[in-house]
C-alpha cells in the first residue's frame, strides 16, 4: 500500500529579516511531536524566506508598487489595468512579477528570494546537519494557471530532490511506449502541502513523509525554454 502523510507545523513565530529560520523549523517540530525521518520533504513557504532574507519592501502608494512590479520584471507578457504577466529575473512568469501584499503589515511588499533554489540548499544543509537525516527541501509560492480558475502552490526552489521524474522510454500498463511524459514532482508536493498549510492559517512549513525522491536538480529546471513555449 501506497501511503503519503503530511504534517502542517505550527508554533513558527512571525519572522524578522536576519532569523535564525532553520532553529524556529527545529524547534517548530519538536514542539509538534515530529521526528524527521531520512526522505522527509521539508516544505517552506517563500513568505517566511522572503521575510527573513530581508526582501521586504516599502510601498507607501499604488504607484510605489506599479514601480515595484516593473523593477522585478524582466519582460511584461500582458497588461490588464493594474495586473501585469511578467517574466522574472528567475524565468518564472506570474502575475505582478510575484511581488505579493499578502501576509505582510500594510504599506509592504514581499519580494520572491534573490535565488530561491540556493534558499532551499541552505536550509536543507542546516537542517540535515542538526537532525542527523538526509531531508530534501521545497520552497513555494502561489501561482495561477492560464485556462484554469483557481491558485496552486508550486515549487520555486529545491534542493535534495529530482523535481523532475522522467517517465519517457517507459510503458503504462498496456504496454504503450511514453513519449513526453515528465511529472513536475515538486509542484506536486507543493501543492500538496498547501492543503495543510493554508492561505492564512500561520502555518508556513509542512513535512512530506512517504515519498522516495531524492536527487539532484533546480526549480529553475522546471521552467520551459522559450523555444518550446508555443504561448509566447
Not at 503519503?4 to 524556529?24: A, C, H, N, W, Y
Not at 532574507?53 to 511584461?76: C, F, K, M, N, W
Request: glycine share 10%; charged share 25%.
Amino acid at each position: 500500500m501506497t501511503r503519503v502523510e503530511i504534517f502542517g507545523i505550527d508554533g513558527i513565530p512571525e519572522i524578522q529579516p536576519g532569523d535564525d529560520l532553520v532553529g524556529l523549523i527545529l524547534t517548530a517540530l519538536e514542539g509538534c511531536g515530529v521526528t524527521l525521518m531520512a526522505n522527509d520533504v521539508v516544505v517552506v513557504t517563500h513568505k517566511v524566506v522572503s521575510k527573513q532574507e530581508g526582501r521586504v519592501v516599502e510601498i507607501p502608494t499604488q504607484d510605489a508598487y506599479r514601480a515595484l512590479v516593473e523593477d522585478e520584471s524582466v519582460s511584461v507578457l500582458r497588461r490588464r489595468g493594474d495586473l501585469v504577466i511578467a517574466r522574472t529575473r528567475h524565468g518564472f512568469i506570474c502575475a505582478n512579477a510575484a511581488v505579493d501584499r499578502s501576509n505582510v503589515a500594510e504599506g509592504y511588499a514581499l519580494l520572491l528570494p534573490i535565488d530561491p533554489d540556493r534558499s532551499a540548499h541552505r536550509i536543507r544543509t542546516l537542517i540535515s546537519r542538526s537532525a542527523g537525516v538526509e531531508v530534501g527541501v521545497v520552497i513555494t509560492d502561489t501561482f495561477g494557471r492560464p485556462w484554469r480558475r483557481g491558485l496552486v502552490d508550486v515549487a520555486i526552489g529545491v534542493s535534495g530532490i529530482s523535481p523532475i521524474l522522467d517517465l519517457v522510454g517507459t510503458t503504462d500498463t498496456y504496454g504503450n511506449v511514453l513519449n513526453v511524459t515528465q511529472v513536475a514532482v515538486v509542484d506536486e508536493i507543493a501543492a500538496a502541502a498547501d492543503l495543510v498549510m493554508g492561505k492564512a492559517s500561520a502555518i508556513p512549513v509542512a513535512i512530506v513523509r512517504g515519498l522516495s525522491l531524492a536527487g539532484e536538480g533546480r526549480a529553475v529546471d522546471l521552467v520551459r525554454p522559450a523555444d518550446e513555449d508555443l504561448f509566447r
